[in-house]
Protein backbone atom coordinates (compact mmCIF):
# COMPACT_ATOMS: atom_id res chain seq x y z
CA UNK A 1 0.00 0.00 0.00
CA UNK A 2 0.94 3.28 -0.53
CA UNK A 3 0.73 6.14 1.55
CA UNK A 4 -2.22 8.23 0.00
CA UNK A 5 -4.08 4.46 0.03
CA UNK A 6 -3.88 4.45 3.91
CA UNK A 7 -6.60 5.70 5.64
CA UNK A 8 -7.49 8.84 7.81
CA UNK A 9 -8.02 5.77 10.28
CA UNK A 10 -4.66 4.37 10.19
CA UNK A 11 -3.04 7.93 10.60
CA UNK A 12 -4.29 8.55 13.67
CA UNK A 13 -3.31 5.32 15.79
CA UNK A 14 -0.12 5.73 14.14
CA UNK A 15 -0.14 9.30 15.53
CA UNK A 16 -0.87 7.14 18.86
CA UNK A 17 1.89 5.17 18.28
CA UNK A 18 4.30 8.00 17.88
CA UNK A 19 3.50 9.49 20.88
CA UNK A 20 3.64 6.70 22.43
CA UNK A 21 7.30 5.46 20.75
CA UNK A 22 8.43 8.89 22.41
CA UNK A 23 7.12 8.13 25.56
CA UNK A 24 9.07 4.40 25.72
CA UNK A 25 12.32 5.96 24.22
CA UNK A 26 12.65 9.21 26.71
CA UNK A 27 12.01 7.17 30.14
CA UNK A 28 14.61 3.86 28.97
CA UNK A 29 17.47 6.84 28.53
CA UNK A 30 16.56 8.85 31.03
CA UNK A 31 16.94 6.36 34.07
CA UNK A 32 18.83 7.59 37.24
CA UNK A 33 20.83 5.02 39.27
CA UNK A 34 19.32 2.84 41.30
CA UNK A 35 19.36 4.69 45.00
CA UNK A 36 21.27 3.33 47.88
CA UNK A 37 19.48 3.11 51.25
CA UNK A 38 20.37 1.53 55.07
CA UNK A 39 17.11 -0.26 56.87
CA UNK A 40 15.97 0.48 60.58
CA UNK A 41 13.46 -2.04 61.23
CA UNK A 42 12.64 -0.38 64.77
CA UNK A 43 11.13 2.28 62.85
CA UNK A 44 8.14 0.61 61.03
CA UNK A 45 5.32 -1.23 61.40
CA UNK A 46 3.96 -3.60 58.46
CA UNK A 47 0.20 -2.56 58.33
CA UNK A 48 -1.94 -4.97 56.70
CA UNK A 49 -5.73 -4.72 55.44
CA UNK A 50 -7.69 -8.17 54.73
CA UNK A 51 -10.83 -9.54 53.75
CA UNK A 52 -10.90 -13.02 53.94
CA UNK A 53 -7.71 -13.60 53.66
CA UNK A 54 -6.25 -16.76 55.83
CA UNK A 55 -5.06 -18.74 53.06
CA UNK A 56 -2.66 -16.59 52.14
CA UNK A 57 -1.59 -14.23 54.58
CA UNK A 58 0.40 -16.37 56.93
CA UNK A 59 3.02 -16.51 54.26
CA UNK A 60 2.93 -12.93 54.14
CA UNK A 61 3.22 -12.44 57.83
CA UNK A 62 6.21 -14.82 57.49
CA UNK A 63 8.10 -13.65 55.46
CA UNK A 64 7.86 -9.96 57.15
CA UNK A 65 9.41 -12.17 60.42
CA UNK A 66 12.08 -13.50 58.47
CA UNK A 67 12.82 -10.18 57.32
CA UNK A 68 13.48 -9.52 61.13
CA UNK A 69 10.36 -7.30 61.92
CA UNK A 70 8.52 -8.91 65.32
CA UNK A 71 4.96 -9.73 65.77
CA UNK A 72 4.38 -6.73 67.58
CA UNK A 73 5.08 -4.70 64.80
CA UNK A 74 2.77 -6.35 62.22
CA UNK A 75 -0.50 -5.03 62.66
CA UNK A 76 -3.26 -6.08 60.57
CA UNK A 77 -7.12 -5.22 60.41
CA UNK A 78 -9.48 -8.13 59.47
CA UNK A 79 -11.97 -6.28 57.45
CA UNK A 80 -15.04 -8.49 58.24
CA UNK A 81 -13.58 -11.58 57.57
CA UNK A 82 -15.88 -14.93 57.37
CA UNK A 83 -13.46 -17.26 56.45
CA UNK A 84 -11.40 -17.72 59.92
CA UNK A 85 -8.72 -15.40 59.15
CA UNK A 86 -8.98 -13.81 63.10
CA UNK A 87 -8.19 -17.74 63.94
CA UNK A 88 -4.62 -17.13 61.45
CA UNK A 89 -4.36 -14.04 62.96
CA UNK A 90 -4.19 -15.40 66.48
CA UNK A 91 -1.90 -18.45 65.73
CA UNK A 92 0.46 -16.05 64.10
CA UNK A 93 0.58 -13.44 67.64
CA UNK A 94 0.31 -10.47 65.11
CA UNK A 95 -1.53 -7.45 66.69
CA UNK A 96 -4.84 -7.48 65.03
CA UNK A 97 -8.04 -5.83 65.07
CA UNK A 98 -11.65 -6.74 63.62
CA UNK A 99 -13.40 -4.72 61.88
CA UNK A 100 -17.07 -4.91 59.78
CA UNK A 101 -16.43 -5.19 56.11
CA UNK A 102 -16.06 -1.61 55.22
CA UNK A 103 -13.48 -2.25 52.27
CA UNK A 104 -9.73 -1.84 52.24
CA UNK A 105 -9.67 2.25 52.63
CA UNK A 106 -11.47 2.37 55.41
CA UNK A 107 -9.25 -0.81 56.95
CA UNK A 108 -5.95 1.27 56.41
CA UNK A 109 -7.82 4.66 58.05
CA UNK A 110 -8.40 2.82 60.83
CA UNK A 111 -5.34 1.18 60.90
CA UNK A 112 -3.06 3.93 60.89
CA UNK A 113 -4.22 5.70 64.26
CA UNK A 114 -3.03 2.50 65.61
CA UNK A 115 0.70 2.57 64.67
CA UNK A 116 3.27 3.07 66.92
CA UNK A 117 6.02 3.88 64.65
CA UNK A 118 6.54 6.52 62.47
CA UNK A 119 6.77 4.58 59.58
CA UNK A 120 4.26 2.17 57.98
CA UNK A 121 4.55 -0.47 55.58
CA UNK A 122 1.68 -0.78 54.01
CA UNK A 123 1.18 -3.67 51.88
CA UNK A 124 -1.81 -6.39 50.56
CA UNK A 125 -2.52 -9.62 52.67
CA UNK A 126 -1.17 -11.15 49.34
CA UNK A 127 2.31 -9.75 48.88
CA UNK A 128 5.52 -11.59 49.16
CA UNK A 129 8.45 -9.57 50.25
CA UNK A 130 11.01 -12.38 50.02
CA UNK A 131 14.39 -11.17 50.38
CA UNK A 132 13.12 -7.21 49.78
CA UNK A 133 14.78 -5.17 52.37
CA UNK A 134 12.95 -1.82 53.67
CA UNK A 135 14.36 1.58 52.93
CA UNK A 136 14.18 3.12 55.82
CA UNK A 137 16.77 5.46 55.79
CA UNK A 138 15.06 7.18 52.18
CA UNK A 139 12.20 8.51 54.62
CA UNK A 140 14.74 10.59 56.35
CA UNK A 141 14.79 12.55 52.89
CA UNK A 142 11.58 11.49 51.10
CA UNK A 143 8.17 11.23 52.42
CA UNK A 144 7.28 7.57 51.07
CA UNK A 145 8.89 4.62 48.29
CA UNK A 146 7.78 2.58 45.92
CA UNK A 147 8.85 -0.73 45.33
CA UNK A 148 9.84 -3.33 42.57
CA UNK A 149 6.41 -5.22 42.40
CA UNK A 150 6.36 -8.27 40.11
CA UNK A 151 3.65 -10.95 39.49
CA UNK A 152 4.06 -14.50 41.14
CA UNK A 153 5.26 -17.11 39.32
CA UNK A 154 4.84 -19.67 42.31
CA UNK A 155 1.99 -21.65 43.18
CA UNK A 156 -0.37 -19.23 45.36
CA UNK A 157 -4.07 -19.46 46.48
CA UNK A 158 -6.27 -18.12 43.44
CA UNK A 159 -4.43 -17.54 40.27
CA UNK A 160 -1.12 -19.65 39.57
CA UNK A 161 0.53 -17.11 38.03
CA UNK A 162 2.04 -19.05 35.12
CA UNK A 163 0.18 -18.90 31.97
CA UNK A 164 0.17 -16.69 29.21
CA UNK A 165 -2.45 -13.79 30.58
CA UNK A 166 0.19 -14.03 33.93
CA UNK A 167 3.20 -14.09 31.92
CA UNK A 168 2.05 -10.65 29.46
CA UNK A 169 1.03 -9.03 32.98
CA UNK A 170 4.77 -9.93 34.45
CA UNK A 171 6.23 -8.20 31.16
CA UNK A 172 3.33 -5.37 31.97
CA UNK A 173 4.81 -4.57 35.08
CA UNK A 174 8.24 -5.26 35.21
CA UNK A 175 8.12 -2.98 32.50
CA UNK A 176 6.69 -0.32 33.84
CA UNK A 177 8.70 -0.34 37.16
CA UNK A 178 12.09 -0.94 35.21
CA UNK A 179 11.92 2.14 32.85
CA UNK A 180 8.36 4.13 33.76
CA UNK A 181 8.89 4.43 37.52
CA UNK A 182 12.76 4.56 37.31
CA UNK A 183 12.21 7.04 34.91
CA UNK A 184 9.90 9.12 37.46
CA UNK A 185 12.69 8.23 40.48
CA UNK A 186 14.70 10.91 38.81
CA UNK A 187 12.93 13.89 40.38
CA UNK A 188 11.66 12.19 43.50
CA UNK A 189 8.06 12.04 41.59
CA UNK A 190 6.74 8.65 41.10
CA UNK A 191 3.06 8.74 40.75
CA UNK A 192 1.90 5.67 41.41
CA UNK A 193 2.91 3.62 44.81
CA UNK A 194 1.43 0.05 43.96
CA UNK A 195 -0.98 -0.79 46.21
CA UNK A 196 0.62 -3.98 46.66
CA UNK A 197 3.22 -2.83 49.03
CA UNK A 198 4.64 0.79 49.86
CA UNK A 199 6.49 2.53 52.69
CA UNK A 200 4.96 5.70 54.10
CA UNK A 201 5.65 8.02 57.04
CA UNK A 202 2.85 7.25 59.33
CA UNK A 203 1.65 11.36 60.32
CA UNK A 204 1.12 11.96 56.27
CA UNK A 205 -1.08 8.51 55.54
CA UNK A 206 -3.05 10.16 59.48
CA UNK A 207 -2.94 13.99 58.35
CA UNK A 208 -4.33 12.88 54.67
CA UNK A 209 -6.65 10.22 55.68
CA UNK A 210 -9.90 12.37 55.40
CA UNK A 211 -9.14 13.34 51.28
CA UNK A 212 -8.99 9.75 50.03
CA UNK A 213 -12.27 8.99 48.33
CA UNK A 214 -14.37 6.00 49.72
CA UNK A 215 -13.68 2.58 48.66
CA UNK A 216 -12.65 1.76 45.28
CA UNK A 217 -9.51 -0.46 43.62
CA UNK A 218 -7.52 2.28 42.23
CA UNK A 219 -7.12 3.65 45.73
CA UNK A 220 -3.29 3.61 45.45
CA UNK A 221 -3.07 5.75 42.87
CA UNK A 222 -4.98 8.19 44.88
CA UNK A 223 -3.44 7.89 47.73
CA UNK A 224 0.11 8.51 45.69
CA UNK A 225 -1.66 11.92 43.91
CA UNK A 226 -2.72 12.86 47.31
CA UNK A 227 0.91 12.62 48.62
CA UNK A 228 2.26 14.58 45.48
CA UNK A 229 -0.44 17.53 45.54
CA UNK A 230 0.71 18.15 49.43
CA UNK A 231 4.54 18.67 48.01
CA UNK A 232 5.57 15.00 48.93
CA UNK A 233 8.35 12.94 47.34
CA UNK A 234 7.57 9.69 46.38
CA UNK A 235 11.17 7.65 45.60
CA UNK A 236 11.37 4.38 43.92
CA UNK A 237 13.43 1.35 45.18
CA UNK A 238 14.54 -1.36 43.21
CA UNK A 239 13.99 -4.26 45.65
CA UNK A 240 11.24 -7.08 43.99
CA UNK A 241 8.09 -8.07 46.16
CA UNK A 242 5.88 -10.33 44.78
CA UNK A 243 2.34 -10.08 44.27
CA UNK A 244 -0.67 -12.24 42.58
CA UNK A 245 -2.57 -10.75 39.45
CA UNK A 246 -5.55 -12.57 37.44
CA UNK A 247 -4.42 -15.41 35.58
CA UNK A 248 -7.45 -15.34 32.89
CA UNK A 249 -9.23 -13.48 30.41
CA UNK A 250 -12.00 -12.86 32.48
CA UNK A 251 -10.77 -12.10 35.98
CA UNK A 252 -8.03 -9.65 34.14
CA UNK A 253 -10.89 -7.98 32.48
CA UNK A 254 -13.06 -7.60 35.90
CA UNK A 255 -9.69 -6.35 37.25
CA UNK A 256 -9.31 -3.55 35.17
CA UNK A 257 -12.63 -2.74 33.52
CA UNK A 258 -14.23 -2.41 37.31
CA UNK A 259 -11.17 -1.19 39.21
CA UNK A 260 -8.02 0.12 37.37
CA UNK A 261 -9.37 2.15 34.39
CA UNK A 262 -11.99 4.09 36.48
CA UNK A 263 -9.86 5.35 38.67
CA UNK A 264 -7.82 7.58 35.73
CA UNK A 265 -11.40 9.11 35.36
CA UNK A 266 -11.80 9.74 39.01
CA UNK A 267 -8.61 11.55 39.42
CA UNK A 268 -8.22 13.37 36.20
CA UNK A 269 -8.49 16.54 37.75
CA UNK A 270 -6.17 15.97 39.96
CA UNK A 271 -3.94 15.00 36.83
CA UNK A 272 -4.45 18.85 35.63
CA UNK A 273 -3.42 20.07 39.29
CA UNK A 274 -0.73 17.86 39.12
CA UNK A 275 0.55 19.28 35.68
CA UNK A 276 -0.07 23.00 36.32
CA UNK A 277 0.87 23.03 39.80
CA UNK A 278 3.81 25.82 40.85
CA UNK A 279 6.87 23.70 41.90
CA UNK A 280 5.71 20.19 39.63
CA UNK A 281 8.93 18.59 38.67
CA UNK A 282 9.36 17.96 35.17
CA UNK A 283 9.48 14.41 34.56
CA UNK A 284 5.84 14.87 36.99
CA UNK A 285 4.31 17.38 34.57
CA UNK A 286 5.18 14.35 31.53
CA UNK A 287 3.50 11.63 33.02
CA UNK A 288 0.70 13.86 33.90
CA UNK A 289 0.46 15.42 30.15
CA UNK A 290 0.68 11.88 28.78
CA UNK A 291 -2.24 10.73 31.44
CA UNK A 292 -4.59 13.56 30.58
CA UNK A 293 -3.76 12.79 26.79
CA UNK A 294 -5.05 9.34 26.99
CA UNK A 295 -7.89 10.26 28.47
CA UNK A 296 -9.08 12.58 26.04
CA UNK A 297 -7.90 11.20 23.51
CA UNK A 298 -8.02 7.60 23.65
CA UNK A 299 -11.66 7.11 22.14
CA UNK A 300 -10.86 8.78 19.24
CA UNK A 301 -7.95 5.30 19.07
CA UNK A 302 -10.34 3.47 19.73
CA UNK A 303 -12.77 4.46 17.35
CA UNK A 304 -10.06 4.42 14.47
CA UNK A 305 -9.23 1.01 15.59
CA UNK A 306 -12.92 0.02 15.64
CA UNK A 307 -13.70 1.55 12.04
CA UNK A 308 -10.11 -0.09 10.43
CA UNK A 309 -12.03 -3.51 11.86
CA UNK A 310 -15.52 -2.15 11.02
CA UNK A 311 -14.36 -2.17 7.34
CA UNK A 312 -12.05 -4.92 6.89
CA UNK A 313 -8.62 -2.73 6.03
CA UNK A 314 -6.92 -6.00 6.81
CA UNK A 315 -3.87 -4.72 5.33
CA UNK A 316 -3.94 -1.52 8.00
CA UNK A 317 -4.50 -3.56 10.53
CA UNK A 318 -1.37 -5.78 10.07
CA UNK A 319 0.60 -2.87 9.58
CA UNK A 320 -0.27 -0.95 12.67
CA UNK A 321 -0.09 -4.83 14.84
CA UNK A 322 3.63 -4.15 13.26
CA UNK A 323 4.39 -1.05 14.30
CA UNK A 324 3.29 -1.42 17.65
CA UNK A 325 5.28 -4.82 17.72
CA UNK A 326 8.35 -2.89 16.00
CA UNK A 327 7.94 -0.32 19.05
CA UNK A 328 7.86 -2.90 21.65
CA UNK A 329 10.82 -4.74 20.61
CA UNK A 330 14.01 -2.85 21.99
CA UNK A 331 12.04 -2.38 25.68
CA UNK A 332 11.07 -6.02 26.15
CA UNK A 333 14.91 -7.35 24.97
CA UNK A 334 15.81 -4.67 27.84
CA UNK A 335 13.34 -5.64 30.41
CA UNK A 336 14.20 -9.25 29.58
CA UNK A 337 17.51 -9.04 30.25
CA UNK A 338 16.80 -8.58 33.69
CA UNK A 339 13.28 -11.16 34.28
CA UNK A 340 12.26 -13.67 32.28
CA UNK A 341 8.36 -12.89 31.89
CA UNK A 342 7.83 -16.39 31.62
CA UNK A 343 6.54 -17.44 27.32
CA UNK A 344 9.12 -15.06 25.84
CA UNK A 345 8.75 -14.65 22.02
CA UNK A 346 4.72 -15.40 22.58
CA UNK A 347 4.26 -12.20 25.29
CA UNK A 348 6.32 -10.36 22.69
CA UNK A 349 3.72 -11.33 19.59
CA UNK A 350 0.72 -11.12 21.77
CA UNK A 351 1.62 -7.90 23.39
CA UNK A 352 -0.26 -5.60 20.71
CA UNK A 353 -3.21 -7.61 20.71
CA UNK A 354 -2.77 -7.05 25.19
CA UNK A 355 -2.60 -3.37 24.47
CA UNK A 356 -4.98 -3.01 22.18
CA UNK A 357 -7.38 -5.09 24.83
CA UNK A 358 -6.41 -2.27 27.36
CA UNK A 359 -7.34 0.77 25.06
CA UNK A 360 -10.49 -0.93 24.62
CA UNK A 361 -11.48 -1.49 28.28
CA UNK A 362 -9.92 2.48 29.15
CA UNK A 363 -12.80 3.66 26.78
CA UNK A 364 -15.50 1.12 28.41
CA UNK A 365 -14.18 2.31 31.78
CA UNK A 366 -15.91 5.82 31.60
CA UNK A 367 -19.34 4.46 31.43
CA UNK A 368 -18.11 2.59 34.25
CA UNK A 369 -16.78 5.54 36.17
CA UNK A 370 -20.13 7.28 35.17
CA UNK A 371 -21.89 4.34 37.21
CA UNK A 372 -19.90 3.73 40.28
CA UNK A 373 -19.73 7.53 40.94
CA UNK A 374 -23.57 8.75 40.08
CA UNK A 375 -25.64 5.70 40.36
CA UNK A 376 -24.14 2.96 43.19
CA UNK A 377 -21.70 6.39 44.51
CA UNK A 378 -18.62 4.07 45.32
CA UNK A 379 -16.54 6.56 44.20
CA UNK A 380 -17.16 8.87 46.57
CA UNK A 381 -16.11 11.51 49.06
CA UNK A 382 -15.60 9.36 52.36
CA UNK A 383 -18.93 9.19 54.97
CA UNK A 384 -19.16 10.42 58.06
CA UNK A 385 -19.38 6.38 58.74
CA UNK A 386 -16.12 6.09 57.43
CA UNK A 387 -14.88 8.94 59.08
CA UNK A 388 -15.80 7.23 62.83
CA UNK A 389 -14.05 4.00 62.18
CA UNK A 390 -10.19 5.85 60.89
CA UNK A 391 -10.34 7.90 64.28
CA UNK A 392 -8.06 7.12 66.62
CA UNK A 393 -8.85 4.81 69.50
CA UNK A 394 -9.74 6.06 72.93
CA UNK A 395 -7.73 5.67 75.90
Known sequence: ???????????????????????????????????????????????????????????????????????????????????????VLKELG???????????????????????????????????????????????????VAFNVIPDRRDRYGPRGSGPVASLQRYEYCKS??????????????SCISGAIGLFKKERLQAFHHRHTGVFQGEDLQRTIIELLNDGNVVFVDEPVWTVVPDD????????????????????????????????????????????FVVLFEPLRFWSLLM??????WDEMALIYILY?????YPFFTIQRKIDSGYKYLVLALYPLFGFCNAVMRVVAWFVWLYKRFVTGEMRRKTEKDRRWSQPARP
Do not use: C
Open 249 to 292: VRSLTRQRLLGWYPAHYHMFFSYFRLLFRRGSPWRLRYEMAYNV
Open 94 to 144: VRFFSIPNMGKVSAINFGVFRVGTPYVLLLDDDTRIGNARIPTSLLDHYDA
Open 308 to 313: ILYRRM
Open 325 to 329: LLLET
Open 177 to 190: MEIGRRFQDGTASI
Open 1 to 87: MTPAELSTYFYIIALFVLFDAIKIFVEIWNRPVRRSFSSDLSKVTALIPTHNGAKVIRETVGDLIRAGLPPGQVLVIDDGSTDGTPG
